[in-house]
């Protein structure tokens, strides 16, 4: 049985991780492009609003907007959102129309990709493993997290010696398709119970809180 959950959740958990870092590299890609074009404070001060925006403003009710949802369908359609506007990039480098207004609208709806793909995931690890590996995997999630902010600089900025723009977004986006492929192998349980009441609640309270 520890086989079997084990190799379920730790293929979904490990190509999550490439793409988690994928897309932090990524993002410090945009960053130098935002800072070498225009040398604006206020442009990545505003960048930095931008990707921070949707998950601050629409995170409380997607919360439990995925808890109604297919986890293993909202992170598929997420981490394809990610991999679509990353190939975006990855053009308008290429064909060398990249614009400041690009960057921000494709930051925006990658966030908002981010803000579904987050909590689906929390809540697919509470169905794939074990309640008393909970606390061990919390961790791992978090020394992730750590892990793939400390990497990206030194290695986006290994990979932009390498690379063109275009060539680091795509890197973007092959990570993302790993990280959607083994979902659609994998079964990842629902809840018995959906939440219902409490659920609408909740969404209902947040409404409130926010405004």
């Known amino acids: 049985m520890k086989e079997r959950?084990?190799?379920?959740?730790?293929?979904?958990w490990s190509v999550q991780a490439l793409s988690l870092l994928g897309s932090a590299v990524a993002q410090f890609a945009i960053v130098w492009w935002l800072t070498d074009t225009s040398g604006s404070a206020v442009v990545l001060a505003s960048a930095t609003l931008v990707a921070m925006l949707p998950q601050v403003v629409f995170g409380p009710f997607i919360g439990a907007l995925v808890d109604r949802l297919d986890r293993r369908k909202v992170m598929i359609v997420a981490d394809s959102v990610v991999a679509l506007f990353g190939f975006v990039l990855a053009v308008l480098f290429w064909m060398d129309r990249i614009e400041i207004w690009h960057l921000y609208v494709i930051m925006a709806a990658r966030s908002l990709g981010g803000a579904f793909h987050w909590p689906a995931m929390q809540a697919s690890t509470t169905q794939l493993v074990p309640e008393k590996q909970l606390p061990r995997i919390?961790?791992?999630n978090q020394a992730l997290q750590g892990?793939?902010?400390?990497?990206?600089?030194?290695?986006?900025?290994?990979?932009?010696?390498?690379?063109?723009?275009?060539?680091m977004m795509l890197i973007d986006v092959a990570t993302a398709m790993i990280a959607i492929?083994?979902?659609?192998?994998?079964?990842?349980?629902?809840?018995?119970?959906?939440?219902?009441?409490?659920?609408?609640g909740g969404a209902a309270s947040a409404w409130r809180t926010l405004w």
């Open 181 to 200: 492929t083994p979902l659609f192998f994998i079964h990842i349980p629902q809840p018995k119970t959906q939440p219902d009441a409490a659920a609408q």
């Open 138 to 140: 919390a961790g791992m």
């Open 5 to 12: 959950w084990a190799g379920r959740f730790f293929t979904i």
């Open 147 to 167: 892990a793939s902010q400390i990497m990206a600089p030194p290695l986006g900025a290994l990979l932009l010696a390498l690379l063109p723009l275009h060539g």
